[in-house]
């Protein structure tokens, strides 16, 4: 899937996943204001104030997001059925691995597990993970009218079987992400991402995805992005954080960046996973941070930003338009 970013263009210190391009990127652009909301935010350890109000974001604290109806038919989905799908990151197999889980079903209402294993071409379960952004697994749940938002680093049993503690979830088709790079076997080194969906039982609620705007605030901060993106070309993205009217200067290291930027396509839920491209030097980034961005389908994409300050982790959701 070479249309997103390489990992490996990332390798020191950061990567991004396999199926990301592995082009070089192309040369920066003019900018130009990018039409983008950020319409949700949250921190970690539920300090994010009346952050647990406001859909789409859920990164530790009680989910209060709307679910979406008939969600499993919007996105085409069978709840655990996914290894005939196809496009990025939608399948739960590549190249012989394969991602397992008996869970199909989890309630709704309270925090749950998902458990689930990565097999080898072997068919043995894997254990030995490379370690990538400081951690051996990432793992993100998101809702088909893309809330819900949970990014997570699991823990992972002497067998294989990995554990990712959910925050609440709301009814509705959910799908789950695991995205890692083996440290042994045939697939030493490659960044591989893989899904399965589940479904919550229950009323569900669809949200309609926010319209795209210039900017907005998230926890008190104001987030400016500038860039030109269109659908499988690789073009830079810059984006400026500010607070009551002055630059911040004091982002803090989250997972060996200065942001950590994930987004879902509006539709399939495809998956892309982008990175700074600034250096981090220590508990003083910002204001502003440059990434290099190619998402590889035109339409509406919903892009979770994190960033940490002064020990809390911030997230912001963002509607951006991709022509």
Known sequence: MSRFLSRSSFRSPIRSPRFTTR??????????????????????????????????????????????????????????????????????????????SKDTTLPSGRRTAYRFTVTGPDGKPVTDFAVDQTKRMHFYAIRSDLTGFQHIHPTMAAD??????????????WRMFASFTPAAGPGKGKDLVLSRTLTVPGGATRTPLPAPAGSTRADGYT???????????????????????????????????????????????????????????????????????????????????????????????????VG
Do not use: I
């Open 160 to 173: 294989g079987t990995w554990s990712a503690g959910l925050a609440s979830l709301t009814p509705g088709s």
């Open 23 to 100: 082009r070089g990127f192309a040369a920066a652009g003019a900018a130009a204001a990018l039409t983008l909301v950020l319409a949700a935010c949250g921190s970690s350890g539920g300090s994010s104030g009346d952050s647990s109000s406001m859909p789409g974001m859920d990164h530790g604290a009680k989910s209060s997001v709307p679910a979406s109806p008939s969600a499993s038919q919007a996105m085409g989905d069978m709840p655990g059925m996914d290894h005939m799908s196809t496009g990025e990151g939608l399948s739960d197999t590549e190249d012989g691995y394969r991602l397992s």
């Open 223 to 321: 987030v400016t992005v500038k860039g030109e993106p269109m659908a499988g070309m690789a073009h830079p993205l810059t984006v400026s954080v500010s607070k009551d009217g002055k630059p911040v200067t004091d982002l803090q290291p989250y997972l060996g960046t200065y942001a950590h930027l994930t987004g879902f396509h509006e539709g399939d839920a495809a998956f892309a996973h982008l990175h700074p491209t600034t250096e981090v030097t220590g508990d003083h980034g910002g204001p502003d941070l440059n990434f290099h961005a190619e998402l590889p389908t035109s339409g509406n994409w919903r892009l979770f930003l994190q960033f940490r300050t002064g020990g809390t982790l911030h997230t912001a959701a963002l509607t951006l338009h």
